[in-house]
């Protein structure tokens, strides 16, 4: 019972990875019909950031606090180059791609092949029903819930995000009502980028990342939000929880070389099931 209680804390603190992730695929699809797929390049540079900060002396929160807002900025230069260029949807997501094997390179050339990491939360291990649990991992879950509750209230409650809820459901209504659907593209961007960084800063104590860690966390996180069709951040977070925990289970009672695969195709049932629904609710209109 212990060890099924020890993966399934495991699983839910990388479920909150993938929700984070998860959301900044919602949120920049939902504005911009975009499928960021450099979402997980936002992970690696955001630990890689506050590894090299770390390093030269700037002090733990100072630096994982300077690497999200760079994270942050890399997703807006990414949302500049991908969305103002007016290309199709298509040609968009072949340069998220673009984007992503150039991050991989950046990230190879300046920091290497090795596998990086940094110390975390200090203190001793909590116990929790029996099972010891380190400190990083009920951080990575107690920051991933305020900082998604936040953003859905600052979605749901304010000015900015009606207008970028306006954007998603009909862009030309809402350039007409003043909206700048750039601005509200690349802000999407920018908060995309934030969140992946905000995972990259949590997880890296817990899992070393390499710089083609991205591709992973991209498949992952895109299979997280396609649970609520890529347009619902609320069934983001259980599509993250469910596959972090799957995952997980997978690892610790088969084989951790079977994650992949099984993440994979639990993506292609969703995706299947998806148009299968689609195409219901089409025959009924």
Known sequence: MSTLAQYLITGVSQGFLLALLA?????????????NFAQGAFVVLGGFIAYSLLGVGVPHGISELLAVLASAAIGLVFGAVTILGKMGPTASLMTTIGLAIFSEAIAMLVWGTVPLTFSGLSGHDIEIGGVFVQP???????????????????????????????????????????????????LSFAIGGA???????????????????????????????????????????AGGLAFGVTEELVAGYWSAANQTAVA???????????????QRVEQFV
């Open 136 to 186: 990083q991992y009920l951080l990575l879950i107690g920051v991933s819930i305020v900082v998604l509750a936040i953003l859905w209230l600052v979605l749901d409650r304010t000015y900015v995000g009606k207008a970028m809820t306006a954007c998603a459901s009909n862009p030309y209504a809402a350039r007409l009502s003043g909206i700048n659907v750039k601005a509200m593209g690349l």
């Open 23 to 35: 959301t900044g695929f919602v949120i920049i699809y939902r504005v911009t019909k975009v499928v």
């Open 264 to 278: 994979l195709g639990l993506m292609i049932l969703l995706l299947l099931w998806q148009s299968h629904r689609r």
């Open 195 to 237: 969140l992946g960084g905000l995972g990259g800063v949590l997880v890296t104590p817990l899992f070393p990342l390499t710089y083609d860690s991205d591709v992973n966390l991209a498949i992952l996180g895109f299979a997280a939000a396609i649970v609520g069709g890529l347009t619902s951040p609320g069934l983001a977070l």
